[in-house]
């Protein structure tokens, strides 16, 4: 059976995965990040970039690859305080894009969560496993994005195919 969805790989993205209080790292960071998400597993953007709270003390920032090089000279992960982390990760995720009608379905084969609007709203983002791998799942207009590490690229291609059927 065929499912009415579209899949697509997306370009590299700039990628920041940030830990510690999220206090010190809006100190630190000044304006240059989007607003800290209030519940987890929920991101805020700003236009520029996206900021997804993703469990505690952890978060992940996500914007255009043209960025990376402004965000990485406003975040100074080289020099920032000992209390947190900042490190790119742009290179360690590839990012597919499923859309259409029956996205939600082609997410529940892949994956445990529960993908219901009510559950999973248009800002949720969380980590879970998606056929047996790591995946970060990210409500988007229209279906999801789903990320997982770049090593695994074709093997989700294919188990996202199979899927699709």
């Not at 520029?48 to 000279?73: N, Q, S, V």
């Not at 290179?91 to 892949?110: H, K, M, N």
């Not at 969560?113 to 988007?140: Q, Y």
């Not at 279906?143 to 690229?153: C, I, M, Q, T």
Request: with cysteine; proline share 8%; net charge negative.
């Amino acid at each position: 059976m065929s499912h009415d969805v579209t899949i697509t790989p997306l370009e590299t993205q700039a990628l920041f995965d940030l830990r510690g209080p999220a206090t010190v790292l809006r100190d630190w960071a000044g304006d240059s990040l989007p607003a800290f998400p209030q519940r987890p597993n929920t991101g805020s953007s700003n236009g520029r970039a996206t900021l997804m709270f993703l469990g505690p003390d952890h978060w992940i920032l996500r914007a255009d690859l043209a960025r990376e090089d402004a965000f990485e000279a406003a975040l100074r992960p080289v020099a920032a305080p000992p209390e947190i982390s900042i490190v790119r990760i742009s290179d360690t995720l590839a990012f597919f894009r499923i859309i259409g009608p029956e996205a939600g379905e082609i997410l529940s084969i892949a994956c445990p969560l529960d993908l219901h609007p009510r559950c999973f709203g248009h800002d949720a983002a969380s980590f879970t496993a998606a056929f047996g791998i790591k995946a970060l799942v990210i409500r988007c207009e229209g279906g999801f994005e789903l990320a997982v590490d770049r090593s695994y690229l074709p093997m989700m291609t294919e188990c996202l195919t199979a899927a699709a059927g």
